[in-house]
């Protein structure tokens, strides 16, 4: 195989090979992840490789890239390449073991800040990387975050996120499937999720990178079931969310409409809503508790 590197000496010359050979194998973003990967190698930012152009490459810096692109050639997520990920300006460890953040979840981030009472318990169902609990706890002192995971492998990524961005004495972790592991008395003002929501047996839209790569404990429903998560959530929240507390959560194609479907149902709920992100694509729901 020959891949970028082989004959380029220089910043430039190597990037504009990277990003070529990306783009033949149809990687998405190929010049991003080209910037990002050469970036990792020399430990550069982005702009500072842009002010290096003739900075030239030994054959130790050259190897490293051309190793790191042939992975992000067969598709592995270019976030688990470089070990950290940014989220609404934070940057977090991740691994195979948790989802890349996106930016859609940065917007439900946004709309839990604007949710959550001053002093407020919340609780993130599914916390992965800790990215929510985190950003939440991080843009809001007052808050106290319970944040729960079924995978030991995610917490261990989320503990170090919590320990890097100072915020253990008001994140507490716990391992179990959403409601499980949470205390019997626990009662929150506000609660979050990013839960699984994509049917194994129909991953429509999925990308290719994230269907091969990223967890499928944190990807896909029970099969043919697309709210088995959100029931096994909706299901607690009758003695875990207070009265006048508002459950938030992030969905997508195939789910949003019938987890919608089942918050307006419950007795329990009102105001229920299914907003857009900045896509306009029906990403958000909402409900308050009666």
């Known amino acids: 195989m020959t891949t970028p590197g082989d004959t380029a000496h220089t910043v430039l010359s190597v990037l504009r090979g990277a990003e070529q050979w990306l783009e033949k194998r149809g990687v998405e973003a190929p010049k991003r992840s080209a910037e990002l990967l050469l970036g990792k190698v020399l430990g550069l930012s982005r702009l500072q490789l842009y002010l290096a152009h003739d900075r030239p490459l030994d054959v130790g810096e050259r190897t490293a890239l051309r190793t790191l692109v042939a992975r992000r050639g067969?598709?592995?997520?270019?976030?688990?390449?470089?070990?950290?990920?940014?989220?609404?300006?934070?940057?977090?460890?991740?691994?195979?073991?948790?989802?890349?953040?996106?930016?859609?979840?940065?917007?439900?981030?946004?709309?839990?800040?604007?949710?959550?009472p001053t002093g407020g318990l919340v609780a993130d169902l599914g916390t992965g990387s800790g990215a929510i609990a985190i950003a939440l706890a991080v843009a809001r002192p007052d808050l106290r975050v319970v944040a729960v995971d079924i995978s030991k492998n995610a917490l261990a990524v989320a503990a170090s996120n919590v320990q890097r961005h100072g915020v253990q004495a008001r994140v507490t972790l716990l391992h179990g499937s959403f409601w499980e592991a949470v205390p019997a008395d626990a009662v929150f003002d506000l609660v979050v999720s990013n839960p699984p929501y994509i049917d194994p047996q129909r991953p429509d839209g999925l990308a290719a990178d994230v269907k091969a790569h990223e967890p499928p404990l944190a990807?896909?429903?029970?099969?043919?079931?697309?709210?088995?998560?959100?029931?096994?959530?909706?299901?607690?929240?009758?003695?875990?969310?207070?009265?006048?507390?508002?459950?938030?959560?992030?969905?997508?194609?195939?789910a949003s409409g019938p987890a919608r479907e089942l918050l307006a149902a419950q007795p329990f709920l009102t105001a229920v809503e299914l907003r857009q992100d900045t896509a306009q694509l029906e990403r958000f729901l909402l409900a308050q508790r009666v």
Not at 79 to 86: D, E, N
Not at 224 to 240: E, H, N
């Open 74 to 116: 067969d598709h592995e997520p270019v976030a688990y390449l470089l070990g950290s990920w940014s989220f609404r300006g934070l940057e977090l460890e991740v691994s195979p073991a948790v989802l890349v953040p996106r930016p859609e979840t940065e917007e439900l981030v946004e709309l839990a800040l604007a949710l959550a």
């Open 219 to 254: 990807l896909f429903t029970a099969p043919g079931d697309v709210l088995s998560c959100y029931r096994a959530i909706v299901q607690g929240l009758p003695t875990k969310l207070r009265a006048g507390g508002w459950f938030c959560a992030e969905t997508g194609l195939g």
